[in-house]
């Protein structure tokens, strides 16, 4: 299974908790980008010829901030150059307030089918907090828009001032727009966004509280009929994200644009994070990349288990040995017994227990070899 990702870096105004590549004042770059967007895909066609594409996913930044025509250029340039499969899962992002009825039908006419908006919550005080540009209000009219396609929403944890109750009333409006996927992100407040002074502050909410909110929420979606398939990820039977399950089970994919990274025959690549850099390197026939590393065994193994262990699947030992060439168990008997505890094997799968998965990090990193 390959997959693509097209990183769209255009905004309408920052969030105050982004770290990523997206840049507001830059959009006037959008069409030049786009162009040379396409000539990257079509060189990494070359690079990695006969692939076949199974997911797209179209992030950012804010996709649905450019004009639909960027985005639909996109699709095709891609399936004009991969093969991809007509039962291929095509993901864009979508920000509320950015959508309109016109945009929407040009992304299904090059055969985009699935739409994760980001929600974030449900309460437009805490939405203007977070610089976000849309209400709840906006959420529901382009759900309405939506209506009948396969619909995911982003929901962020861990808010100032933030409870339970207001995430159930969040998920609650998700539900009422008609998603069938709903992603459940601890807000991570990282240095040098606005929202790190808040933290700083202690106007945040402490691990501990975030870590009640997210077991209350697992039991309120589960009662909803949302399994976690992921230990941020919730869907409806079917409605799970091939294209974060490709990445999660350690699949190959191709990253096109600033920032996007690429896993592809054991190497790992990033390309550069600004636009100008970007463009300028694509014109004059180089590479974008700015890393590049070739994943050794050992690397390789500690990704494998850390990818598997995020998930409700969990590892399967079976396809480690045959991938590794070793003995899973006797290869990590150390590890298996420290943490006991927490594990579970059923039948050739290894996973942490149902109540340990939201707090994995420390168990993951005890496989990690020295």
């Known amino acids: 299974m390959s997959g693509i990702y097209v990183h769209v870096p255009f905004c309408k105004q920052k969030c105050t908790y982004c770290d990523f590549a997206s840049y507001p004042r830059e959009i006037g770059k959008a069409e030049s980008y786009f162009a040379c967007l396409y000539r990257e895909i079509e060189g990494r066609s070359k690079q990695y010829p006969g692939r076949v594409i199974d997911t797209i996913y179209v992030g950012g930044g804010t996709p649905s901030v ?7 250029g996109a699709i ?4 004009k150059c991969f093969h991809v499969r007509e039962t291929a899962e095509i993901t864009i992002e979508l920000n509320p307030g950015t959508v309109d009825a016109e945009k929407i039908k040009e992304y299904k006419s090059v055969g985009i089918n699935r739409f994760s908006i980001g929600l974030q919550t449900g309460y437009d005080d805490q939405l203007k907090k977070l610089n976000r540009i849309h209400t709840a209000k906006d959420f529901l009219e382009c759900c309405n828009l939506l209506k009948g396609e396969n619909i995911s929403a982003d929901v962020l944890i861990g808010l100032a001032g933030q409870n339970l109750e207001q995430v159930k009333k969040t998920v609650d409006l998700a539900l009422a727009g008609g998603v069938s996927h709903i992603s459940v992100y601890a807000l991570t407040p990282e240095v040098g966004t606005p929202i790190y002074t808040d933290y700083l502050n202690g106007e945040l909410l402490s691990d501990d509280e975030v870590a009640d909110i997210y ?3 697992r039991t309120y979606l589960k009662e909803k009929g ?3 398939y992921e230990v941020s990820n919730f869907a409806k039977s079917g409605y799970r994200s091939r294209h ?7 699949g190959e994919y191709i990253g096109v644009g600033v920032s996007a990274s690429s896993f592809m025959e054991n190497r790992r690549f990033t390309n550069t994070f600004k636009i100008d850099e970007y463009i300028n ?10 890393s590049s590393e070739i994943i050794e065994d050992k690397d390789a193994r500690f990704e494998f288990i850390m990818l598997a262990l995020r998930t409700t699947d969990g590892l399967n030992v079976k396809e480690y040995e045959h991938l590794f060439k070793s003995n899973f168990k006797d290869e990590y008997k150390a590890q298996l017994s420290k943490k006991a505890q927490f594990l579970e094997f059923d039948g050739d799968t290894l ?10 990090n420390d168990i993951i990193l005890s496989f990690m070899k020295e």
Do not use: C, H, M, S
């Not at 450019?66 to 639909?72: H, L, N």
């Not at 095709?76 to 399936?79: D, L």
């Open 66 to 72: 450019v004009p639909a025509k960027f985005i639909a």
């Open 76 to 79: 095709r340039q891609i399936k």
């Open 226 to 228: 949302f399994d976690r």
């Open 244 to 250: 974060n399950q490709n990445y999660w089970q350690r």
């Open 351 to 360: 996973k942490i227990k149902d109540e340990y998965l939201y707090v994995q």
């Open 281 to 290: 390197a694509v014109i004059y026939n180089k590479t974008p990349e700015i």
């Open 215 to 217: 077991d209350g929420i």
